[in-house]
């Protein structure tokens, strides 16, 4: 059981180029969340999705997009890489029974760097 | 929208010594309410939640948090530190009709000899 995880842990991209972060959880759960992480700013929410086949904007979804290719997998993409996009990114999963549907599980992290 | 402040953001303690972060919360309704850890370099993990009843709750490592209705806070405590509580401390408050979370901005926590 590995709970949610990202791939890869770290990358550096040029100003303009693309890529794509990946996320996927084994528990089964039905929303999944990307946030990017600055100093001194908490956890912003990018996008999420809350069901398989349904995704919506967060609060900073400029110059990203998402896919929710299945119920275990959720990918970032960035289509043109900016400076403004440095930053730790963060997956996360959360079930939808109440109490817990709020309980959200994190992954590891992947550092990215624009040059 | 809710909304939390963390005012410390950066606190230092000795081990051994008692330890309390603040968190205060903008909503209408009673928030479900979380304190997160980070370790360096780590992603978050869950120390605690309060979704009902209780207004103390009990959580891992130690630490425990108290809810105030009518100081809208939710201020974590752990009795005693050691040197492995290092780490960035965040709240995030959610609602029951709506499972995104709202993040403060974090207090990270040095701890001394």
């Known amino acids: 059981n590995a709970g949610v995880t990202q791939t890869p842990k770290f990358q550096v991209l040029k100003t303009g180029q693309s890529m794509t972060l990946q996320c996927a959880q084994d528990?089964?759960?039905?929303?999944m969340y990307w946030y990017r992480q600055d100093p001194g700013m908490g956890l912003r929410l990018i996008y999420y999705?809350?069901?398989?086949?349904?995704?919506d904007k967060g609060e900073v979804p400029n110059g990203y997009n998402v896919s929710r290719l299945n119920k275990r997998e959720f990918s970032l993409r960035l289509e043109s890489a900016a400076p403004s996009q440095t930053s730790v990114y963060f997956c996360?999963?959360?079930?939808?029974?109440?109490?817990?549907?709020?309980?959200?599980?994190f992954g590891p992290g992947t550092r990215l760097t624009v040059l | 929208a809710q909304s939390v402040t963390q005012p410390d953001i950066h606190i230092t303690v000795s081990e051994g010594a008692s330890l309390e972060l603040r968190c205060n919360y903008s909503?209408?309704?009673?928030?479900?309410l979380f304190w997160y850890v980070q370790s360096p370099g780590q992603g978050l993990q869950l120390l605690l939640k309060y979704f009902s009843g209780d207004t103390l709750v009990q959580g891992i490592k130690g630490f425990e948090a108290e809810f105030k209705r009518s100081q809208s806070s939710f201020n974590l405590r752990k009795p005693s530190v050691h040197w492995s509580d290092a780490a960035e401390y965040f709240c995030?408050?959610?609602?029951?009709?709506?499972?995104?979370?709202?993040f403060g901005a974090g207090t990270t926590v040095t701890v001394r000899a």
């Open positions: 909503y209408g309704a009673t928030p479900y």
């Open positions: 995030a408050v959610g609602e029951r009709a709506d499972y995104k979370l709202s």
């Open positions: 528990m089964n759960h039905n929303s």
């Open positions: 996360a999963s959360s079930g939808r029974d109440y109490p817990l549907g709020n309980e959200q599980f």
């Open positions: 999705s809350a069901s398989e086949g349904t995704t």
